[in-house]
C-alpha cells in the first residue's frame, strides 16, 4: 500500500506513503484477520535467551526496550499483507521486505516480531486501541497521521509516531502494453483509475482529479476499493485504464504478476516519501529502541541485504529518523 507514498491520508487509516506506505495478484487476497507469523528465522529473530529473561538476554539493544517487551518477548505488528514485495503472503505466512527487516530488528532488541493481517484503512485504528504495538506496512509518515487529522484537517485522534526505514513513491502501472497509452498521472483526467482505498495514493489520485477541473479537463474516475488485490483486478480486466500504487509495490506487479504479463509501470514516481513503523504516541520507549534498532542494522549491513534479496534497493535510507515525514 499508501510511500503502502504509497499506502490515505486519514489518521485511522492507514497506505501500503508519503509517496505512497511488492506476488501475483491471485496470491495476495487475505480473508479477514488472520494471525500470521513469517515463516523461518522473520520470526524466530531475537536470541536463544528472548523468552523475556531480563537477567539473560544478550541482545546489544534489549535494555533499550520498554519492560513490557523484555518480560514478554513479543513485539505485535499489524499489517496488510497485500503489497509485496513489502508484505505478502506465501504458502500461509506473512513474507518479504517488511517481516524480513522486523526480524533484523528483532535479533539487535531480542524479541520476536508477530504480524498478524488485517484491512490496511484499519491498522491505525487497531494500533491506538492496543491490538498492536506497532503497524508495519508500506505506510507512508506524513503530518496528517502524525497529528490525526482526516484529508479536511479536521481532528480525528491524537495520531502516531512513525520510525522511518525506508523511502518510495507513487507509480502509476497499467495493463501491459498501456492500450490507452497512459504516460504519467496526469494524463489520467476524464479516464478510470483504480486505487486501494484509505491510502495516500488514493489522496493522489484526488489531488489529480483536482488538478484536472481547474485546467478544465474532466475529473478523473476514481474507483477505490477495500484491498488492492481488487484494484489491480480491475486494472487487468480493464475496466480501469491504470492503477496507482507505491513504486516498489507497481514494480514488484509488473515483473511477478502473470510472470510479466498482466501490467507495466509507465512514467517515473512522484511523491517520493517515507515509510514509517506507526507506535502510539504514549510508547516513546518503544519508539526510540525501534529507531536505535534500525540504525544498528543500517550500520552492521544487514538492513541492506533485505533490501538487496527482495529488489527493494531503491528505498534504501541511510539514517533511520522520527516524524520524518511532511
Same mark, same amino acid.
Given at each position: ?7 490515505? @491520508? ?25 494471525? =500470521? ?24 539493544? +534489549? ?5 513490557? *517487551? !523484555? ?6 505488528? &499489524?499489517?496488510?499483507?497485500? *503489497? ?25 532488541? &531480542? ?11 484499519? $491498522?491505525?485504528?487497531? $494500533? ?11 505506510? @507512508? ?14 481532528? $480525528?485522534?491524537?495520531?502516531?509516531? +512513525? ?32 486505487? !486501494? ?77 517515507? +515509510? ?9 520507549? $518503544? ?13 552492521? &549491513?544487514?538492513?541492506?541485504?533485505? =533490501?538487496?534479496?527482495? &529488489? ?15
Amino acid at each position: 500500500m499508501t510511500a503502502r507514498t504509497t499506502r490515505s @491520508t486519514a489518521p485511522a487509516k492507514h497506505r501500503k506513503s508519503v509517496v505512497s506506505r511488492f506476488t501475483a495478484v491471485g496470491a495476495l487476497a487475505v480473508a479477514g484477520t488472520l494471525l =500470521l507469523t513469517a515463516c523461518g528465522d522473520q520470526t524466530d529473530s531475537g536470541s536463544k535467551e528472548s523468552g523475556g529473561d531480563r537477567t539473560s538476554n544478550s541482545a546489544p539493544l +534489549f535494555d533499550k526496550l520498554p519492560e513490557k *517487551y !523484555q518480560k514478554s518477548g513479543v513485539i505485535k505488528v &499489524g499489517t496488510n499483507a497485500e *503489497y509485496a514485495p513489502m508484505e505478502s503472503v506465501e504458502n500461509g505466512k506473512i513474507v518479504g521486505v517488511d517481516p524480513d527487516i522486523a526480524a533484523e530488528l528483532g535479533k539487535k532488541l &531480542g524479541v520476536k516480531f508477530e504480524f498478524t493481517s488485517g484491512s490496511f484503512d484499519g $491498522l491505525i485504528t487497531a $494500533l491506538n486501541s492496543g491490538r498492536h504495538d506497532v503497524a508495519m506496512s508500506s505506510i @507512508t509518515d506524513n503530518k496528517q497521521r502524525q497529528e490525526g487529522l482526516d484529508e479536511n484537517g479536521k481532528k $480525528l485522534g491524537k495520531g502516531v509516531d +512513525f520510525v522511518d526505514y525506508f523511502i518510495a513513491g507513487t507509480a502509476v502501472y497499467t495493463k501491459k502494453g498501456n492500450p490507452q497509452g497512459i504516460k504519467s498521472i496526469g494524463d489520467l483526467c476524464g479516464k478510470t483509475a483504480a486505487v !486501494q482505498r484509505g491510502t495516500t495514493y488514493e489522496k493522489a489520485l484526488q489531488t489529480q482529479s483536482k488538478t484536472c477541473k481547474d485546467g478544465g479537463k474532466p475529473a478523473v474516475k476514481i474507483e477505490s476499493f477495500e484491498n488492492d488485490t481488487e484494484a489491480q483486478t480491475r486494472v487487468k480486466s480493464g475496466g480501469a485504464v491504470a492503477g496507482v500504487n507505491d513504486y516498489p509495490v507497481a514494480l514488484d506487479l509488473s515483473r511477478k504478476a502473470d510472470g510479466g504479463n498482466a501490467f507495466e509501470v509507465v512514467g517515473e514516481q512522484i511523491d517520493a516519501g517515507p +515509510f514509517g513503523m506507526a507506535v502510539n504516541k504514549d510508547n516513546t520507549g $518503544l519508539r526510540d529502541a525501534l529507531k536505535e534498532a534500525v540504525d544498528a542494522i543500517i550500520a552492521d &549491513g544487514s538492513y541492506k541485504k533485505v =533490501l538487496e534479496k527482495w &529488489g527493494a534497493t531503491s528505498g534504501a535510507i541511510d539514517k533511520a529518523a522520527i516524524n520524518g515525514g511532511k
